[in-house]
């Protein structure tokens, strides 16, 4: 099993930034990918930054909506990874989530899918005011 703690979320002002953080713990070994997820009242679950998870770094992926924008990044020895958010939006306000995944390679869309992930965290709160 493994288990993801999310945390950084908060309120902000449009222009400005955040950083999540979500910390894993559990049977990691078999864990290839780690993606950022949020979903806004009434929409679905989009993924927003998803990353290779191995000890040199590997390819990251991004959703159109936030490329340039926000950047993630993993500390292994920490088991961490992160979400850089600058020039946020109010469009960018939503519960965000981490996930992990088994699998090893993965397209871009198929990092981005919420179906390819078992693990979950329990969300932390972004709101960007206008």
């Known amino acids: 099993q493994v288990q993801l703690v999310e945390s950084g979320g908060g309120s902000v002002q449009a222009g400005g930034s955040l950083s999540l953080s979500c910390a894993a713990s559990?049977?990691?070994?078999?864990?290839?990918?780690m993606t950022w997820f949020r979903q806004a009242p009434g929409k679905e679950r989009e993924g927003v930054a998803s990353?290779?998870?191995?000890?040199?770094?590997?390819?990251?992926y991004y959703a159109g909506s936030v490329q340039g924008r926000f950047t993630i990044s993993q500390d292994n020895a920490k088991n961490t990874v992160y979400l850089q958010m600058n020039s946020l939006k109010p469009q960018d306000t939503a519960m965000y989530y981490c996930?992990?995944?088994?699998?090893?390679?993965?397209?871009?869309?198929?990092?981005?899918?919420?179906?390819?992930?078992?693990?979950w965290g329990q969300g932390t709160q972004v709101t960007v005011s206008s």
């Open positions: 996930a992990a995944a088994h699998g090893g390679f993965m397209t871009a869309l198929q990092a981005l899918d919420a179906a390819e992930y078992s693990y």
């Open positions: 559990g049977y990691l070994y078999s864990i290839d990918r």
């Open positions: 990353i290779y998870y191995d000890a040199g770094g590997g390819s990251s």
